[in-house]
């Protein structure tokens, strides 16, 4: 068992060459985000195509801690899941020793500092939506990441739009000045001092949001942020729609892990609703920073001339 551990843990990035012509990288077309940032190093900065060491991702502490990168690939939000088959990571100093790269949960590999600055990181053709940078030892910069899968195993992504954008919102809490347009006026920031959250007291038992789509319409997905600062706060939040006659189905309900960022996708298998509704558990406030609701988008059909 001692020899099987030591393997495990001195499992390494192995650098190569560039033998990338059948793969996509499809990092470009994913979201970047980061619990800190520092000296303007945008997480966007690590999606961009630039592989130089001009711009790049910067952890606001320069010290150990858990400083994590992660990108969502395109499709995320709704589930569509990628084969990873590995993941290039292009850093120009030694803070990305020992930087950890993770799909989803399944972690892929361990970088080991180099004169190359180029580090690629097989992840076997893992299945994940989210691939994340983390660095335990120290602050974290990173230039650019590279995700790599097959494009004969490229996935389909759905097109969905987000219908609660901007519709009628309301909640239970009517006196709180982080309102329930707050939570449904497109904005991302998971900083409740960034004022685009909305905040039920925890003094109220039966906390709940909701958004009225305008139509009855058949829900593929609702995806929950919560705050990066209290991110338990969502945890057991129940996802509901309510029907034209008044029938109330429930999606489902959030799941909070420790280390995760807030957001969770709630699938509704297309169950049909004219409004969504979120229920806060009891014993704590509910804080939602934005609530996606994703439907299909009818695609145009083609017509031909007689």
Same mark, same amino acid.
């Given at each position: 068992?001692?020899?099987?551990?030591?393997?495990?843990?001195?499992?390494?990035?192995?650098?190569?060459?560039?033998?990338?012509?059948?793969?996509?990288?499809?990092?470009?077309?994913?979201?970047?985000?980061?619990?800190?940032v520092g000296n303007g190093?945008?997480?966007?900065?690590?999606?961009?195509?630039?592989?130089?060491?001009?711009?790049?991702?910067?952890?606001?502490?320069?010290?150990?801690?858990?400083?994590?990168?992660?990108?969502?690939?395109?499709?995320?939000?709704?589930?569509?899941?990628?084969?990873?088959? +590995?993941?290039?990571? &292009?850093?120009?100093?030694?803070?990305i020793n020992f930087a950890?790269?993770?799909?989803?949960? !399944? %972690? @892929? *590999?361990?970088?080991?500092?180099?004169?190359?600055?180029?580090?690629?990181?097989?992840?076997?053709?893992?299945?994940?939506?989210?691939?994340?940078?983390?660095?335990?030892?120290?602050?974290?910069?990173?230039?650019?990441?590279?995700?790599?899968?097959?494009?004969?195993?490229?996935?389909?992504?759905?097109?969905?739009?987000?219908?609660?954008?901007?519709?009628?919102?309301?909640?239970?809490?009517?006196?709180?000045?982080?309102?329930?347009?707050?939570?449904?006026?497109?904005?991302?920031?998971?900083?409740?001092?960034?004022?685009?959250?909305?905040?039920?007291?925890?003094?109220?038992?039966?906390?709940?949001?909701?958004?009225?789509?305008?139509?009855?319409?058949?829900?593929n997905s609702v995806v929950?942020?919560?705050?990066? +600062?209290?991110?338990? &706060?969502?945890?057991?939040?129940?996802?509901?729609?309510?029907?034209?006659?008044?029938?109330? !189905? %429930? @999606? *489902?309900?959030?799941?909070?892990?420790?280390?995760?960022?807030?957001?969770?996708?709630?699938?509704?298998?297309?169950?049909?609703?004219?409004?969504?509704?979120?229920?806060?558990?009891?014993?704590?406030?509910?804080?939602?920073?934005?609530?996606?609701?994703?439907?299909?988008?009818?695609?145009?059909?083609?017509?031909?001339?007689?």
């Amino acid at each position: 068992m001692k020899y099987i551990l030591i393997l495990f843990f001195a499992t390494t990035a192995i650098v190569v060459a560039d033998n990338h012509e059948d793969c996509a990288n499809v990092a470009l077309e994913g979201t970047a985000f980061a619990g800190s940032v520092g000296n303007g190093g945008k997480p966007a900065f690590a999606i961009d195509g630039e592989t130089g060491d001009g711009k790049c991702y910067n952890s606001a502490s320069p010290n150990r801690g858990h400083n994590r990168l992660r990108i969502a690939l395109k499709g995320a939000e709704v589930g569509v899941k990628y084969p990873i088959e +590995s993941v290039t990571v &292009f850093a120009y100093d030694r803070q990305i020793n020992f930087a950890r790269v993770w799909a989803d949960r !399944q %972690m @892929c *590999g361990e970088i080991r500092a180099s004169s190359k600055n180029e580090y690629e990181v097989s992840c076997g053709n893992v299945e994940a939506s989210v691939i994340m940078i983390e660095q335990v030892h120290s602050g974290l910069r990173v230039c650019e990441v590279q995700v790599w899968v097959k494009k004969s195993s490229l996935p389909y992504v759905p097109t969905l739009e987000n219908i609660a954008l901007n519709k009628p919102a309301k909640q239970s809490d009517r006196n709180s000045k982080y309102g329930p347009e707050k939570a449904n006026d497109g904005n991302k920031n998971k900083w409740e001092s960034g004022g685009s959250c909305s905040i039920i007291k925890e003094t109220q038992n039966h906390k709940w949001w909701s958004v009225d789509l305008g139509e009855t319409t058949m829900v593929n997905s609702v995806v929950l942020h919560g705050s990066m +600062s209290k991110p338990k &706060f969502i945890n057991a939040a129940r996802v509901y729609l309510v029907g034209d006659n008044g029938k109330w !189905q %429930m @999606c *489902g309900s959030a799941k909070w892990h420790p280390g995760n960022p807030p957001v969770y996708r709630i699938p509704c298998n297309d169950l049909e609703g004219k409004k969504v509704v979120v229920y806060g558990p009891p014993e704590r406030p509910l804080i939602l920073c934005e609530v996606e609701v994703y439907a299909a988008v009818e695609e145009p059909s083609e017509t031909t001339d007689e």
